[in-house]
């Protein structure tokens, strides 16, 4: 007789692992540790892809942010109203507001980068697409002319869609505006130095982002005023490929150098060295 065995499965009670912990690297589609890619700048391992990263990152990157001596935001109570009154912006603000814990798409400050006390300005891109409206350029000149003042170099890391379409023609006006603070730090020969991150782009592209003494960007960001599908649209041709990389301006000769993340402190502290000792 034969007998049929009951076997008796032991329930394996499942490890619960919290939500959040893994992302899928937009480029190579590894899959990454965030806590191995904040310890790496935010750049993939196993391809290089950098990772949008919040202002604030940026700034501890760059520096030692605990210490008052090495860094103090300024302006920092400017906020955007609804100058047109347009439909359902306030709210987009406030979650803005919510959602990154800024008052506005750029942060502006005097920090300590090595030994060089430097006026610094980095956008946000998800603060509404780092888009510029009034309060960003009107932060963006006052940064300028802080630089000015204190007879400091100035950074700016630009991260944006573009001017700000809730504010129409008083987004644009900020594009001469921040043009015309930085020919007057021109003259007094301070150097500005513009590090363009993915993605730079429309009137920022076409004002101070494009204006630096040295331009600088990350490794693939996508920088231009137009995007790529406009442009062959309205010139009815194919673009090259890589149009509107950072390598590709590079290689034109519209770009000073491409740096990656983790050097960027480094090739930044260089270069104000070079100022300097001129």
């Given at each position: ?74 302006n920092i109570n400017i906020e955007s109203t609804n100058p047109l009154l347009f439909n359902g912006y306030t709210e987009k603000l406030s979650a803005s507001q919510k959602k990154t814990q800024l008052k ?175």
């Amino acid at each position: 007789m034969w007998f049929k065995r009951e076997r008796k499965l032991k329930s394996i009670e499942k490890k619960d692992i919290p939500d959040g912990l893994w992302l899928k690297c937009k480029q190579c589609n590894e899959i990454l540790y965030k806590a191995e890619l904040q310890k790496n700048f935010g750049v993939c391992e196993n391809c290089g892809y950098h990772f949008k990263i919040p202002a604030k990152r940026y700034i501890e990157i760059l520096t030692e942010a605990s210490s008052q001596d090495n860094y103090k935001e300024i302006n920092i109570n400017i906020e955007s109203t609804n100058p047109l009154l347009f439909n359902g912006y306030t709210e987009k603000l406030s979650a803005s507001q919510k959602k990154t814990q800024l008052k506005e798409a750029v942060i502006t400050s005097e920090v300590r980068i090595g030994k060089h006390r430097t006026a610094l300005g980095v956008m946000d891109f998800s603060f509404m697409g780092g888009s510029m409206g009034s309060v960003v350029g009107e932060k963006v000149k006052k940064l300028i002319y802080y630089a000015l003042d204190k007879k400091m170099p100035l950074i700016i890391i630009s991260a944006s869609g573009g001017a700000r379409m809730q504010e129409g023609i008083l987004s644009l006006m900020q594009m001469a505006k921040t043009g015309a603070a930085l020919a007057e730090l021109r003259e007094t020969k301070i150097p500005y130095i513009s590090v363009l991150t993915n993605p730079t782009t429309a009137g920022v592209m076409a004002s101070y982002a494009s204006l630096g003494d040295i331009t600088i960007a990350e490794p693939k960001a996508l920088i231009g005023f137009a995007g790529p599908r406009v442009i062959q649209q309205t010139i009815n041709q194919e673009l090259p490929e890589g149009f509107q990389t950072a390598e590709f301006l590079l290689e034109h000769g519209l770009l000073d150098a491409v740096v990656p993340r983790d050097k960027l402190k480094q090739t930044l502290i260089e270069i104000l060295d070079f100022f300097r000792d001129k």
